[in-house]
């Protein structure tokens, strides 16, 4: 008979989480770790602390930057305060003077008491402006003293311990969220069909119950001139994170759909004169024939046959295997394949 057969292309892939969910992470500064809360299988969360540096002198910066911010924050108010009770007088000695009630220095005497404000004004405020990016830095630094995952994941390893010393380029621990996953894979570069973004794929692990499924996200336009193939990649939702990164697992990427005649599988039998071999009794006049077939694809329980029988010839479909050439029978009708 014939049928509708995907053609898929299989081969081995490798688990890998999506870019930047797979995270180690390290302190901003050099510190001793007086705690880490990550426990290897241990899910956390996004924003979560896993660990902590000693953050005594941190505060102390901190407490002495708040306390100048006060303090420098207090003088900005009296020297704004000042320069406009300097603006003030200004206003009055000029209406005086106008009104010829004044004399002429009491309003330059005004005016060099505004520019004197004015100028304290402007020099309390910088040192404001340097005292509030001194609190802020302060404030940083102790935000450095804790270690946060910047993502939601489950904790893969973990390096260090309370009392080891950690530095930018030492990592604490491992963060991994594997909720849905990258499989890494190679097609021969001959692949009849070259695989196109979006296709379906499947995904078989000896972990899984049944194989997940997939979709191709990335083609590589570039063969590896090494081993002759394409890398592709597939992205498939991990439930329970059965998958883990860097496991191999057996993709197929069903590329296409084609018409074929096939017979069952259980009507192959072994061919005695060729090793990897396959035949067929064919069934002519009630006598059965065993004819060499050249078998394609498998799907399901059937078999593609691609050389050796043609539509509408009748076979045997399973269980004549070791009877000899010649075999007289009586044919049971709809054997055809």
């Not at 995952?149 to 390893?157: K, L, Y």
């Not at 990897?276 to 060499?292: D, E």
Request: glycine content about 6%.
């Amino acid at each position: 008979m014939r049928n509708d057969i995907p053609e898929a292309a299989t081969a081995p892939g490798a688990v890998a989480a999506l870019p930047n969910h797979s995270i180690k992470l390290s302190p901003a500064m050099t510190g001793k770790l007086v705690q880490v809360n990550a426990i290897v299988g241990q899910f956390v969360h996004q924003g979560e602390i896993v660990a902590k540096l000693d953050s005594r002198q941190a505060e102390e910066q901190l407490q002495q930057a708040e306390a100048s911010l006060l303090a420098a924050h207090a003088d900005l108010i009296e020297a704004k305060a000042n320069l406009t009770l300097a603006l003030s007088n200004l206003n009055r000695v000029q209406s005086l003077y106008d009104a010829k009630l004044a004399p002429k220095k009491d309003v330059l005497t005004a005016e060099n008491q505004v520019e004197t404000s004015r100028a304290h004004w402007l020099a309390v405020r910088a040192r404001n402006a340097q005292a509030a990016a001194a609190n802020a830095q302060a404030a940083t630094l102790l935000q450095w003293m804790h270690i946060e995952s910047p993502i939601a994941g489950v904790v893969a390893r973990r390096f260090l311990n309370v009392g080891d010393t950690a530095d930018p380029s030492t990592p604490v621990v491992q963060i991994v969220d594997l909720s849905v996953v990258n499989i890494d894979t190679n097609l021969p570069a001959d692949t009849r069909n070259t695989p196109r973004v979006g296709q379906p794929a499947t995904i078989a692990g000896v972990r899984l119950r049944a194989p997940l499924e997939g979709t191709v996200t990335a083609v590589s336009p570039v063969i590896d001139p090494q081993t002759n193939a394409m890398p592709i990649q597939i992205r498939c939702v991990n439930p329970d994170g059965l998958l883990k990164e860097g496991e191999t697992v057996t993709v197929s990427i069903t590329l296409g759909i084609h018409h074929a005649l096939t017979v069952p599988l259980s009507a192959l039998v072994p061919d005695p004169n060729q090793s990897n071999s396959s035949m067929v009794y064919r069934v002519s006049s009630g006598v059965l024939t065993r004819v060499p077939v050249k078998t394609g694809i498998q799907w399901k329980n059937n078999v593609e046959i691609l050389e050796g029988l043609t539509l509408g010839e009748m076979i045997v479909k399973s269980g004549a295997y070791g009877l000899p050439d010649g075999t007289a029978i009586d044919p049971i009708p709809d054997s055809n394949p």
